[in-house]
């Protein structure tokens, strides 16, 4: 005589247990999908913030264009004074500075999530990056001495980190803000620098 098969189905434990391994698999995977999100986001900043101190310093190489005097002599007066950005140059300088905008060349320290450059005075809340400016002479013409100036720039462009708001509700890129207490600011903030030379644009006899 055939013994008739026993059917056996899954206990209420055994789903549970089911329920659990599957809903651990699924966090790991959506914290993996966060961490890789968060990842390509910050690579993307990184590109975008790279290009824009290198776009700087491309501006201040044509800011220099208006920096060619002394031209022929007698003529022994610098003219550093005529350009945007250069005429902040001081010696041995320690301090950083929020350049200002150029509406005749329409670039200065602000620039949207794009890259593109935008007045902080009349975009506030369209500000993703910031750039501040140290200049300092590396070799600077005296009286007897005229031409072949030269100008160390370091341009720093920062961002807020994932989660961080501004200080005291304060614009990144705002006048208010104290471009000298910024660099420490590092858990707020994430950080790129870029550091060249500026020459004099000497006038050819």
């Known amino acids: 005589m055939k013994r008739p098969t026993s059917s056996r189905g899954y206990t209420f434990v055994e789903l549970l247990m089911s329920l659990l391994i599957f809903s651990i698999g699924v966090t790991g ?18 590109a975008m913030a790279t290009q824009i101190a290198q776009g700087w310093m491309d501006q201040l190489q044509t800011d220099a264009i208006a920096w060619n005097h002394p031209s022929a002599p007698p003529d022994t007066t610098s003219d550093i004074g005529e350009t ?40 506030p809340n369209s500000v993703k990056f910031c750039t501040h400016l140290r200049l300092s002479w590396l070799y600077q013409p005296t009286g007897t001495t005229t031409g ?33 207490t910024v660099g420490a600011d590092v858990a707020r903030y994430h950080f790129v620098y870029d550091v060249s030379a500026v020459k004099e644009n000497m006038w050819q006899r």
């Open 148 to 180: 072949g100036g030269l100008i160390r720039a370091e341009v720093r462009v920062f961002w807020l980190r994932d989660g961080q708001t501004r200080p005291s509700n304060v614009g990144i890129c705002s006048q208010q803000l104290d471009a000298n």
């Open 29 to 46: 995977v959506i914290a993996m999908q966060k961490v890789t999100v968060t990842s390509n986001q910050h690579a993307k900043d990184l």
């Open 84 to 123: 945007v950005w250069l005429s902040s140059v001081s010696q041995a300088n320690t301090t950083w500075v929020r350049p200002v905008y150029s509406t005749a060349r329409r670039f200065g320290p602000a620039f949207d999530a794009r890259g593109n450059a935008i007045d902080p005075a009349q975009q």
